[in-house]
């Protein structure tokens, strides 16, 4: 039994990436830039985009634009589709009943 090797079990290779060009002063320096532009408020911070975002998607569409200009709000949406839905499934119910033949 000591032929095989129960507690000498390999470990994976580790993944070992080397940059080619590192430049530590660049760095720093770009991260100092960043402070400072925060510091002033020249910065840009994901939650400035926030409220220019909030609504882009329908004023880009034009059939949501339309149902949110009728006054059409998610409930009554969902509510048209499901209707679709139901008279769908009925119609090919009654179809399948005619001509199941």
Known sequence: MALLPFYSVRKPKQFDHKYIYHDPRKEALEERKLKVKREMG?????????????????????HLRKSVLRGDDIRSRRY???KLVLFATLLILILWYFFRG
């Not at 939650?47 to 329908?58: A, L």
């Open 42 to 62: 020249l910065e840009i911070t994901p939650e400035d985009y926030k409220p220019q975002i909030r609504g882009t998607f329908i004023e880009g569409t034009t």
């Open 80 to 82: 048209k589709s499901g």
